[in-house]
């Protein structure tokens, strides 16, 4: 499965530098769920970062998104989730 992450940075004086940091920092974590070496990350704008990544273990990825809310909530981060699937021909 293939997901389309936004995550809105808002807390005041968070960019997306600091933002991406944090979410390399966790490779390790991220790998019991998807395929890291494949993620796509793009900056939007100053607040706003996505990350496009396969999904091999989606209980395993929502545990992980789970456990960590309160380190979002902290930094300020509101994430929005869509599942990408192809248009028909």
Same mark, same amino acid.
């Given at each position: 499965?293939?997901?389309?992450?936004?995550?809105?940075?808002?807390? %005041? /004086?968070?960019?997306?530098?600091?933002?991406?940091?944090?979410?390399?920092? !966790?490779?390790?974590?991220?790998?019991?769920?998807?395929?890291?070496?494949?993620?796509?990350? /793009?900056?939007? !704008?100053?607040?706003?970062?996505?990350? *496009?990544? !396969?999904?091999?273990? %989606?209980?395993?990825?929502?545990?992980?998104?789970?456990?960590?809310?309160?380190?979002? !909530?902290?930094? /300020?981060?509101?994430?929005? *989730? =869509?599942?990408?699937? %192809?248009? %028909? =021909?």
């Amino acid at each position: 499965m293939k997901l389309l992450l936004f995550a809105r940075l808002t807390k %005041p /004086g968070f960019s997306c530098d600091m933002w991406r940091a944090m979410f390399d920092s !966790d490779r390790d974590m991220q790998a019991k769920a998807i395929h890291v070496e494949h993620t796509i990350i /793009g900056k939007v !704008d100053d607040h706003t970062a996505m990350v *496009v990544f !396969d999904v091999f273990d %989606p209980a395993m990825l929502a545990q992980i998104m789970a456990d960590n809310a309160h380190r979002f !909530d902290e930094a /300020g981060f509101a994430h929005e *989730v =869509h599942v990408l699937s %192809p248009l %028909p =021909h």
